[in-house]
C-alpha cells in the first residue's frame, strides 16, 4: 500500500518563527489533508489540497502531486500552534487515509 | 452545523468484555470512517461505511465490526477486548466517498 512520511518528527521553534513541514507519499493519490492534532485528542482541519496552494491566515499548504510531496508553511509560530501535525492521504482506487507518522511542533514562548 | 460526535468520550472496560462506541456524523454527510491511533502504530484505518454497507476494510481482527444505520449514524463494536485495544478510537465523516474527512473528538478506550 501507500507510504506517507513526513518530516521533521520533531521541530522545537521559538515564538515568532516560520516553519516548513514536509509530507512525501510514495504513489498518486486522490486528495491529501493536512490536520492539526489538539491536545485532546481531536484532529482539526487544515487543507484538503489534492494539488496546487492554498493560504489560510498565518497558514499555507502546497500539494505538488506530479512530484508526490506536500509542504505545510506556518508563519509568525505562535504557542497555541504546538502540537502534532498529520498528512493524510487515500490512494486512487481506494477511500481510506493513511496518515503520516506525523510531526510534533513545540513552539517556546 | 454540529460537528462529528462521539459517544463515549473515555471507556474503562476489562479485559474480555466486549464495547460498543458511536459516532453521529455531521448533517448530510454520508460516509464514515473509523481510526484507531495508538501510540506504537500511530493512526490506523478501521473500516468505512457508505449507504449502509461497509466499503473498505482495514487489517483488524474480526473482533473489530461496525455497522451504519440508515441516518447514516455509525457503531463500531469490539469483542473480547484486550489490553492492546487501548486506543483513542475517531470517528471521520465526508460529504461522499473520497471527499474531504472532518473527524470526531474520538473515544479513548482503556482495557484494564
Redesign the interface.
Known sequence: GIQVEQSPPDLILQEGANSTLRCNFSDSVNNLQWFHQNPWGQLINLFYIPSGTKQNGRLSATTVATERYSLLYISSSQTTDSGVYFCAAPPFGNEKLTFGTGTRLTIIP | KAGVTQTPRYLIKTRGQQVTLSCSPISGHR?V?W?Q?TPGQ????LF?YFSETQ??K?NFPGRFSGRQFSNSRSEMNVSTLELGDSA?Y?C?SSLT??T???????T?LTVV
Open positions: 460516509s470512517s481510526y491511533q500511530g493512526l490506523q484505518f468505512e466499503r473498505n482495514g483513542l475517531l471521520a466517498r473520497n474531504e474527512a472532518f473527524f470526531g473528538q474520538g479513548r
